[in-house]
């Protein structure tokens, strides 16, 4: 797995790397890289953060890269970049990968440092040529940095059936590995869901922790649930990935929701209000800000008023009538109601609506010359 917090996407450039949460060697991401057309680019840069090291220090680098129509002159790359004291470039110690389509490919290089490397970095990218691939479990080591305690996670969930807007509270643990020696640089849990993060603690907790979240706009059924602990190995932090808990999220039970109207008149000509009253009864009312009810009025199946999402459960207004032939009309309302994830509609029977014509005198008289 490729750790995104520690990696820096250079979006300034033009054919910018991704993350895929789709594609990956090891869940839950790796990196895309992808240059279009065919004519020879360099995508943009993933480049780790900097890290200390020392003249003469053996490394091992290793990553591995899925690929997919990578031609032209250059090759998909990932190198170990040394620097001195003051940060200037000193050598490159690059893996080439090959062109064309194939799955995950493990590469690896053995590296000794120069006699006035003080630091050294990461870097990826599509070089001089077109084609996607993605870069995943990226790794390197040295057989002088000290030996961390091999990490594992472990996670509860209490409760593990909700209803969509209901709260659970999560313990994430953090098995062996290193703590932090300085500061509070100790671990960090993050916790996912259908494995997108839902919560990242940070570095700097315990063994355990644990927090209490609110899920929400997540669909009924079972639903995947682990948790990432990182520790504070240098230089590079191992992370570990739990087994997955099942929550299942069941469907929201809400009032059952009926609708009425009165209007008043019924009967009367086009260019003639009528004022009606939309009433709400049962029906789930809205919990956040005011996403309560929506009262529409319909006449022959057409909507001539809609209050919109917000409303109480009762609506009272006027409608002026236009463009109907004169004779009976279906009048009837429709109100929605805030039941999630899935809002309740009803509808009111239907109230007969009567439109007239003009009444004119009867015309009598007559023409003498």
Not at 131 to 142: A, F, H, I, P, R
Not at 151 to 179: F, V
Not at 225 to 247: E, G, K, Y
Request: glycine share 8%; net charge negative; aromatic share 8%.
């Amino acid at each position: 797995m490729v750790k995104i917090e520690e990696w820096e996407i250079d979006t300034n450039q033009n054919r910018p790397p991704i993350i895929d949460n789709v594609i990956y060697y090891n869940p839950p991401n790796s990196i895309k890289f992808s240059v279009p057309g065919i004519v020879d680019y360099n995508s943009g840069l993933l480049s780790s953060h900097d890290f200390a090291s020392e003249p003469n220090k053996p490394y091992t680098l290793s990553a591995r890269v899925k690929a997919l129509g990578v031609l032209g002159t250059g090759f998909p790359i990932i190198r170990l970049t040394e620097a001195d004291i003051n940060g200037n470039w000193l050598r490159n110690n690059v893996i080439t990968f090959e062109k064309g389509t194939y799955d995950w490919t493990l590469k690896s290089m053995n590296i000794t440092t120069g006699s006035n490397t003080a630091f050294v970095y990461i870097v990826s990218h599509l070089q001089n040529s077109y084609g996607t691939y993605w870069l995943d479990d990226v790794n390197v080591s040295s057989s002088t940095d000290p030996t961390c305690p091999p990490l594992s996670a472990s996670l509860s969930i209490i409760p593990t059936t909700i209803s969509p807007g209901e709260s659970i509270k999560l313990t994430s643990t953090a098995i062996g590995g290193q703590y932090g020696t300085i500061g509070d640089d100790a671990f960090g849990h993050e916790i996912l869901i259908d494995g997108n993060v839902v919560y990242n603690s940070g570095l700097g907790k315990g063994i355990t922790h644990s927090v209490t979240l609110q899920i929400s706009n997540i669909s009924a059924g079972n639903h995947h649930v682990t948790t990432r602990v990182t520790d504070a190995c240098l230089p590079i932090h191992q992370t570990a990935t739990s087994p997955s808990v099942t929550l299942t999220v069941t469907g929201v039970t809400c009032p059952a929701l009926s609708a009425d109207i009165i209007i008043v008149p019924t009967t009367l000509r086009n260019g003639e209000q009528f004022k009606f009253t939309s009433i709400a009864i049962g029906g789930q009312y809205g919990t956040i800000g005011d996403d309560a009810f929506r009262h529409e009025v319909l006449i022959d199946g057409n909507i001539v008023y809609d209050s919109g999402f917000g409303k109480d459960i009762t609506v009272t207004d006027y409608v002026t009538v236009s463009g109907l032939s004169i004779g009976t009309h279906s009048i009837t309302s429709r109100v929605t109601d805030a039941c999630l994830p899935v809002h309740q509609i009803a509808y009111h029977p239907s109230i007969t609506l009567n439109i007239t014509g003009t009444t004119c005198l009867a015309l009598s008289g007559a023409l003498s010359m």
